[in-house]
């Protein structure tokens, strides 16, 4: 094993007659140590018949490892993991809280029998033997263990790049949302796909896990090139709640822009969301000034003149179209406002109406589009939305 042959171990012929006793009694153990087992951990009577012969094979591979490793000098040769014989679908199935009950049980028998069983100028050099042995036993369970996180932490992250992949390319259906579940998703109310920078760091997206989950939120997150593409999910309905939680985990992205889609209700409908972040994150630079994070709805202009076809869409139809379907006079009045060089006075005076019935449909105008024409920004956007409403009508 890892240690020298101990000091406290008997003469040759005292410990073959020892060891000969110990084995001789190793079946009794084993089958204490399973009674115990039972009576102690019901977990063990809900597993399956195959797994509850696992754990018994595995109760047997340790006391019987256990007289091997002292027949061969407690400490001196390397004993085989006795994790090995069992299945591999029986780590999966015991929790390690589980399996340290497994140890601490088989351990505590083990002392027990000898103190019944054998006679009484073998139990200390026995008792010292199992104290040691099961130290031996906790690294195999941790090396176990150790090994099925690493493997699992390498297949979940496979999973999660697989699901972003889909939810970006729009093939999101339902097997895609079983493989989400599998990664902890929770169907939430709301989602949303965030894409920024990739962090410096693989510490940075360990602290965005942390902090979403600190905040009720679930997310999955994946690297594509030189962007990080996180889906967002939580008890929000909106794009303004959205993105104060975003800007709660804006530390944990890389410098540069961080776009939020919007808010939809279903991970299959999660395309919508990353179709638009990923054309605003495209567009981003074009806005010198743009809030850190920034709706890709506010980047609509920027994403229109880089060719985004959705949102000249939704300029046309969402913002123009409204205002042209109210009668004309809210179209009539933009145009002359901005004819007048914002000027409400000289608004009225050009459409020969009262200062105050300017200041009314200017308001309406905001009202209707959320967009204030008296904002450099607002009015950069109805700008755009007019000429793009003309040009697709």
Known sequence: MRDQTPDWLPGARAHAAMTKRL????????TAALAQITQRHPWFSDLDADNRASVTLVVRAGVDGFVSWFRDGAGGVE??????????????????????????????TV?????????RNDRPVLTMAVLQYSREIAFDAAEVYARAAETRGAWDARLEALVMDAVVRGDAD???????STLGWHHPAGLCVVIGDLPPNEAALRDLRNEASRAGLDVLAAAQGPRLVVLM?????????ALALVAGLADA????PIVVGPVV?????????????????????????????????????ERALAGDG????ELAHQIYGPLAAHSGDLIQTLEAYWASGTSIEATARRLFIHANTVRYRLSRIEDITGYSPADPRGGYVLRLAGTLGRLLD
């Open 174 to 180: 339902e097997s895609v949302v079983s493989r989400a």
């Open 265 to 301: 209700g279903d991970l299959v409908e999660a395309v919508v969301s990353a179709r638009a972040a990923t054309s605003g994150r495209r567009a981003a630079v074009a806005w010198a000034d743009a809030p850190r994070p920034v709706a890709a709805r506010a980047l609509l202009p």
């Open 310 to 313: 959705h949102a000249r869409r």
């Open 23 to 30: 084995a001789a009694a190793s079946a009794s153990i084993t």
């Open 233 to 241: 999910g939580g008890d929000f309905t909106g794009e303004d709640q």
């Open 253 to 256: 992205f890389g410098t540069g």
């Open 111 to 119: 002392e027990q029998q000898i103190h019944t069983v054998l006679p």
């Open 79 to 108: 004993q085989p993991n006795i994790f090995a014989s069992a299945p591999r679908s029986l780590m999966r199935q015991l929790a390690l809280q589980q399996t340290v009950d497994l140890i601490r049980t088989t351990v505590e």
